[in-house]
């Protein structure tokens, strides 16, 4: 039998302390396009310690990505990327990736312009092929009430 344990967690020494780092960073660069350096830059900028209520990582849990709509905000305590509090407020107006730029993970503004004119682009165009759609509809339901009307008409003369 094999005896399974844990691998133990990697360390990150910032100032006097050691910081539990992740296993998974091909999981991290997939996900958020983030880098073991932009991850260890993230985590020097922050001192080692969540953006939200600033206390350092418990035990061996290492601290997660928070991200919205592919944009990286910070590294938080899992259990502070759920509640809305004060706390969350304060770091939602000044979160710590925007201050490093997209050598960490952060998208680009012109890209995400680009992302925005294509979403842009496309509502436009559903919205002009329902307008077509609609157009065909109401040509179909007209040459259909003629045919109707032809109908009757026939129907009348042959009576």
């Known amino acids: 039998m094999s005896d399974h344990r844990p691998r133990p967690r990697e360390r990150w020494p910032i100032g006097e302390t050691e910081v539990p780092l992740p296993h998974d960073w091909a999981g991290l660069w997939l996900r958020y396009r983030l880098s073991r350096e932009g991850y260890l830059a993230l985590l020097e900028h922050q001192r080692g310690r969540c953006a939200k209520c600033h206390r350092l990582p418990f035990g061996d849990t290492p601290l997660v990505v928070d991200h919205r709509e592919s944009r990286i905000w910070g590294l938080l305590h899992d259990r502070c990327n759920r509640p809305i509090d004060d706390e969350l407020v304060a770091y939602l107006r000044d979160p710590p990736a925007f201050g490093l730029g997209e ?8 890209v995400e312009r680009r992302g925005a004119e294509r979403r842009r682009r496309n509502r436009l165009a559903q919205r002009d092929w329902r307008k077509r759609r609609s157009a065909e509809q109401a040509e179909h339901q007209a040459a259909a009430d003629r045919v109707d009307g032809y109908g009757e008409w026939l129907a009348g003369r042959l009576r």
């Not at 050598?103 to 012109?110: C, K, L, M, S, Y």
């Open 103 to 110: 050598a960490f993970g952060v998208i680009p503004p012109e």
